[in-house]
């Protein structure tokens, strides 16, 4: 069964410490995507992964960093986060493709709060 | 730049009736892919229908349709006779190519929709 893992569930971390969340999955997927969803915002993208050591700012990038250092993985980092980083924050990947239609896949989300 | 407006926030329908869902885009490229994902209460995201820019049909998937007009940019999905476990979020979606090859993927901010007795 195909999958999208991310590392946690549910968080809460303090204002200033740094966060780490970590997406995996196992399909060998060269696009990877971090997204904040938020009550009538929608899913807003943060950051996106082609490629390993690749990445390319999503649509709201600032507070934000990633990491792509093996191709299952794609981790997202507040350096310091702060309570309007409170939001829930959803991983998905899928096949490169060139407008010919593939599956995305996602995870099953990571609740953080920040206090 | 690549843009999805859903300006629908809530949709309310009665049941066995159809519903539609507007879904307009922008962007630049030639070639694209636009989706319809579905979201209920629990959280996780189904997938309904994709429909290429090429394709000149409008995609079909059982009760859901995508009414594609590529002139006027606009994706909207048609519900065939509702039911209530159709009460969810609806997100509408759209992969461009960017420079270098890979692929960026925008979603819309959403319409929440009920279905009703």
């Known amino acids: 069964d195909v999958k999208v893992t991310q590392s946690s569930r549910y968080l809460v971390k303090r204002t200033g410490e740094k966060v780490f969340l970590e997406c995996v999955q196992d399909m060998d997927h060269e696009n990877m995507f971090w997204y904040r969803q938020d009550p009538g915002l929608g899913l807003r993208l943060i950051y996106f992964s082609y490629d390993v050591k690749m990445k390319e700012k999503g649509d709201i990038p600032e507070g934000y960093s990633v990491s792509r250092e093996k191709k299952e993985r794609f981790s997202l980092i507040l350096e310091s986060a702060s309570t309007n980083q409170t939001s829930m924050y959803l991983c998905?990947?899928?096949?490169?493709?060139?407008?010919?239609?593939?599956?995305?896949?996602f995870g099953e989300g990571s609740w953080l709060t920040v206090v | 730049a690549q843009k999805i407006t859903q300006t629908q926030p809530g949709m309310f329908v009665q049941e066995k009736e159809a519903v539609t869902l507007d879904c307009t885009y922008d962007t630049s490229d030639q070639s694209y892919g636009l989706f319809w994902y579905k979201q209920p209460s629990s959280g996780e995201m189904i997938f309904l229908i994709y429909?290429?820019?090429?394709?000149?049909q409008n995609a079909t998937e059982g009760r859901y349709s995508l009414n594609f007009q590529k002139a006027r940019k606009s994706a909207n999905l048609v519900i065939s006779a509702s039911q209530l476990g159709d009460s969810a979020m609806y997100f509408c979606a759209m992969r461009g190519v960017v420079t270098g090859g890979g692929n960026k993927l925008t979603f819309g901010t959403g319409t929440q929709l009920k279905v009703e007795l």
């Open positions: 998905a990947s899928s096949r490169l493709d060139r407008g010919y239609g593939n599956t995305i896949y």
């Open positions: 429909q290429g820019s090429y394709d000149e």
